[in-house]
């Protein structure tokens, strides 16, 4: 069965720091692309990062670019979002998935809030 798990969110001061990780089970993570999305109250969701395959290419949206990187442990089947200088604006529910429409897996999601 394939799960993706998203863990690392929680409350942080503006310009802090944290790291999420989407730990992904029933396939080899290093075979498919992974993206990272969130959701803030009342908005759209939106994409915020994606890693490819086969070779490593990172994609960022511009409000994160700078800020935020990707990254996949093959040997964790685990992909990463490294994010600093966190901005309020940042807040949101972060979404790691696999896959398009109704093909796509998605994890439960992890909040991340950034207030003073």
């Known amino acids: 069965e394939v799960q993706l798990v998203e863990s690392g969110g929680g409350l942080v001061r503006p310009g802090g720091s944290l790291r999420l990780s989407c730990a992904t089970s029933g396939f080899t993570v290093d075979d498919y692309a992974i993206a990272w999305f969130r959701q803030a109250p009342g908005k759209e969701r939106e994409g915020v990062s994606c890693?490819?395959?086969?070779?490593?290419?990172?994609y960022y949206a511009d409000a994160v670019k700078g800020r935020f990187t990707i990254s996949r442990d093959n040997a964790k089947n685990t992909v990463y979002l490294q994010m600093i200088s966190l901005k309020p604006e940042d807040t949101a529910v972060y979404y790691c998935a696999r896959g398009r429409g109704s093909n796509a897996y998605w994890g439960q999601g992890t909040q991340v809030t950034v207030s003073s």
């Open positions: 890693i490819s395959v086969p070779d490593d290419v990172r």
